[in-house]
């Protein structure tokens, strides 16, 4: 089965540590997207990149770092920088401009961090 | 850039239909999207429209453009307990990533 896969679920981080949420897709899709959703706040995009080995800030990258060295896995580190890191953070894919034309992003389960 | 804008709130009773809108400001949006977002989980796309139609039903679910009036429309009808949910609407240039609204919660009255 093709999807996506963030991991863990729930994760508990201490203040001053740096945290690696996991992202993984297998529906061989060019682009990734990290976005953090906040209660009342929809969704905002943290980095994305369109191919491997780049990759572009979105709206609110500080306190954020990402990595796409495998057309699959496009992590996300929350850094001690990241002054309210507590959020649900979700990572999406797709191929722009597919087949289908549609190039709707296809979305993981979600990574809740809390900050103690 | 792009904005997409929702209202935040819709109670309805069951079996009633439920109706969300979105306005969008960039008319060379191309595709049009709806998103489900259940409790604790990601966004399930719920259904598309290209910028060259006024209609599309899929079931229970009706989606309706006036690319006039930039505006969006989600229509579910015989609403149920399980479509309690927030729903985004989302627009696209296709090529360009995906501009989201804040979303809005459904909920459902038993």
């Known amino acids: 089965d093709g999807g996506i896969t963030q991991s863990p679920k729930y994760l508990f981080r201490k203040e001053g540590q740096n945290v690696t949420l996991s992202c993984e897709q297998n529906?061989?899709?060019?682009?990734m997207y990290w976005y953090r959703q906040d209660p009342g706040q929809g969704l905002r995009l943290i980095y994305y990149?369109?191919?491997?080995?780049?990759?572009q800030k979105g709206d609110i990258a500080e306190g954020y770092s990402v990595s796409r060295e495998k057309k699959e896995s496009f992590p996300l580190t929350v850094t001690s920088a990241q002054k309210n890191p507590t959020a649900f953070y979700l990572c999406?894919?797709?191929?722009?401009?597919?087949?289908?034309?549609?190039?709707?992003?296809?979305f993981g389960p979600g990574t809740r961090l809390t900050v103690l | 850039g792009e904005d997409v804008e929702q209202s935040l709130f819709l109670s309805v009773r069951e079996g009633d239909s439920s109706v969300i809108n979105c306005t969008y400001t960039?008319?060379?949006?191309?595709?049009l999207y709806w998103y489900k977002q259940e409790p604790g989980a990601g966004l399930q796309l719920l259904t598309y429209?290209?910028?060259?139609?006024d209609m599309k039903q899929d079931q229970r679910l009706t989606v309706l453009l006036n690319k006039k009036d930039k505006h969006l429309s989600l229509r579910i009808a015989d609403t149920q307990t399980g479509d309690s949910a927030i729903y985004f609407c989302?627009?696209?240039?296709?090529?360009?990533?995906?501009?989201f609204g804040i979303g809005t919660k459904l909920q459902v009255i038993p």
């Open positions: 529906l061989n899709h060019d682009a």
């Open positions: 990149s369109q191919i491997v080995n780049d990759f």
């Open positions: 960039d008319s060379s949006s191309t595709y």
């Open positions: 989302a627009v696209s240039g296709g090529y360009q990533k995906v501009t």
């Open positions: 429209i290209f910028s060259n139609m």
């Open positions: 999406a894919s797709n191929t722009p401009g597919s087949g289908s034309g549609r190039g709707e992003q296809f």
